[in-house]
């Protein structure tokens, strides 16, 4: 019996550590921001690159080719590009291949904080032909969208500065890294709320979810997926990395297709 349940042990060892993180899986969610929907668009959510000792440029050339894959109308990326440290970007060469209709944003994470050199992933992205937003908004295209982005939440985020001039009326879809922006009152002026950073707990257990403690003030009850937090919409990604351990366990790696219907 010891045998089989050291057997057992490096079994799921080995699956979370090598076999699960190479499964790069698409997670579809439907979503309705009105009750009356006229319109829908096809987007792509992509978090938590975290390009370095665990994602090289492999990785992030084969998120790019699964994310064109789904032809969407609109490519969105939540922070964290990197491990540790912004000589790390290079390997983040394969984004300049993505492409929509409606553009590809993207906004900064934690991590991106974290070498205190942002400016050289802001840089190395919009040399990719990825408009980062740093508490500011724009339109997309003729949908009637307006997109709103804001720096990080533990570091230079200013919602206030990123939603000055939206109206009530206004269809808002907000990009946070951390989904603890809807703990912020003024976040009620979004339809939608866009994160990543819990990276889905990376190690879940069925029927119990996460393992290791999520690294925000929400936690496990709003650890992956799709939400309504005090009536507000909010989905937050698994992410395409890791971090802390090398490891993902009934949890692969996603990029998240949602069509929203407005």
Do not use: C
């Not at 919009?126 to 969208?145: F, Q, R």
């Not at 971090?243 to 929203?260: M, Q, V, Y």
Request: hydrophobic share 45%; net charge negative.
């Amino acid at each position: 019996m010891f045998l089989l349940i050291l057997a057992l042990s490096w079994a799921i060892v080995f699956y979370g550590s090598f076999v699960e993180p190479k499964i790069l899986t698409v997670h579809t969610q439907d979503i309705s921001l009105s009750t009356s929907p006229t319109q829908s668009l096809r987007v792509v959510l992509i978090g938590d690159i975290h390009a370095g000792p665990y994602r090289g440029e492999a990785w992030v050339r084969t998120v790019v080719e699964k994310t064109m894959a789904e032809q969407p109308d609109l490519i969105l990326l939540v922070g964290d590009f990197i491990y540790d440290d912004p000589s790390q970007t290079v390997i983040l060469g394969p984004l300049g291949d993505l492409s929509a209709p409606l553009g590809v944003y993207a906004v900064l994470g934690n991590h991106d904080y974290e070498g205190w050199q942002p400016e050289i992933i802001t840089q190395t992205l919009e040399a990719l032909h990825i408009e980062v937003l740093e508490n500011e908004s724009v339109s997309i295209g003729i949908t009637g969208i307006t997109l709103v982005g804001i720096s990080d939440l533990w570091f230079a985020a200013d919602l206030s500065k990123a939603l000055e001039g939206i109206e009530e009326e206004d269809n808002v879809i907000l990009l946070s890294h951390n989904p603890d922006v809807v703990l912020d009152e003024e976040s009620r002026l979004a339809d939608l709320v866009l994160s990543g950073h819990t990276h889905g707990g990376q190690i879940r257990l069925p029927w119990i979810g996460s393992i290791p403690p999520i690294p925000d003030e929400l936690g496990r009850a709003y650890d992956r997926g799709f939400y309504l937090y005090e009536g507000l919409p909010l989905f937050v990604t698994a992410g395409v990395g890791e971090t802390g351990p090398r490891a993902r366990l009934w949890n692969p790696p996603e990029i998240s297709l949602l069509t929203i219907s407005y």
